[in-house]
C-alpha cells in the first residue's frame, strides 16, 4: 500500500525535526546548499531532499546567485502555525501563573507545611 503524502502542508512539513533544523539556520539569512550541509553535518541529498519539501509547501524560496542556489526562509506558510498555536497561549500562561504560585509558597516555606486554615484565606 502507497504511504500518504505527509508534506502537504507547513503543519507536515515542520513536524520533521531536520526540516526544522533547515529552517532555524535559514531563519538568519539565505544560504547555499553546501553552508546547510555543514551546519546540520548531514549529507547533501538529505539537506536537498528536505529542502525540496520545504520549497513545495512554500517555507523556502530559491533564486540562483551566479553558480549557486540560494535557499531562504518564507515565513508567511508559518502564520497558519502560529496561529493555531496561539489559541493555547491563555491555557499555558494560566498553568504557568498557578505554577509561578506553587513555586512562590515553596519558597515562603520550603518545609511544605500546610498553613492553617485562616493563613490560606
Not at 551566479?66 to 502555525?81: A, F, N, V, W
Request: net charge neutral; glycine share 6%; aromatic share 6%.
Amino acid at each position: 500500500m502507497a504511504r500518504a503524502a505527509t508534506t502537504t502542508d507547513a503543519f507536515n512539513a515542520v513536524a520533521e525535526p531536520r526540516r526544522r533544523q533547515i529552517l532555524d539556520v535559514l531563519a538568519g539569512g539565505g544560504r547555499p546548499v553546501g553552508d546547510l550541509v555543514e551546519a546540520l553535518a548531514i549529507p547533501q541529498p538529505l539537506v536537498s531532499k528536505h529542502l525540496r519539501v520545504l520549497r513545495e509547501v512554500g517555507l523556502v524560496r530559491v533564486h540562483d546567485q551566479g553558480r549557486q542556489r540560494i535557499y531562504r526562509l518564507d515565513s508567511e506558510p508559518l502564520k497558519s502555525i502560529y496561529d493555531w498555536v496561539r489559541r493555547y497561549e491563555r491555557t499555558w500562561s494560566a498553568r504557568y501563573d498557578l505554577l509561578d504560585s506553587v513555586l512562590d509558597d515553596l519558597r515562603d516555606d520550603p518545609t511544605g507545611a500546610e498553613k492553617p486554615k485562616e493563613e490560606r484565606q
